[in-house]
Nanobody, 124 residues
Framework: QVQLVESGGGLVQAGGSLRLSCAASGRTFSRYVMGWFRQAPGQEREFVAAINWSGSSTSYADSVKGRFTISRDNAKNTVYLQMNSLKVEDTAVYYC?????????????????WGQGTQVTVSS
């Protein structure tokens, strides 16, 4: 069993930055790929970013490419999402997810464990 706890959400003005963290426990974190997803009210949960187990490879949704950066610190069992140049349309609950794998996925159905989510609100 893996437990994930997100933190770092909040209210920020458009153009601002936030850094989300996701702390993992329960298994060997370095053997797990990590993903960030988000869900706005009335919308499907969508892929944001993913990172492989070593941190050497990442993937981003087109909507956040160039503004968001995913990274991980296996010594701290933590994955981060640095969000810059935030837009109103980035407002959502952000979730981290994981599965044991050597490669990451953008499909939410591929992930086995999820955090409880953290709210990000971007005001105009």
């Amino acid at each position: 069993q893996v437990q994930l706890v997100e933190s770092g959400g909040g209210l920020v003005q458009a153009g601002g930055s936030l850094r989300l963290s996701c702390a993992a426990s329960g298994r060997t974190f370095s053997r797990y790929v990590m993903g960030w997803f988000r869900q706005a009210p009335g919308q499907e949960r969508e892929f944001v970013a993913a990172i492989n187990w070593s941190g050497s490879s990442t993937s981003y949704a087109d909507s956040v490419k160039g503004r968001f950066t995913i990274s991980r610190d296996n010594a701290k069992n933590t994955v981060y999402l640095q969000m810059n140049s935030l837009k109103v349309e980035d407002t959502a609950v952000y979730y981290c997810a994981t599965r044991r794998s050597t490669y990451y996925y953008s499909d939410k159905e591929e992930y086995d464990y999820w955090g409880q989510g953290t709210q990000v609100t971007v005001s105009s």
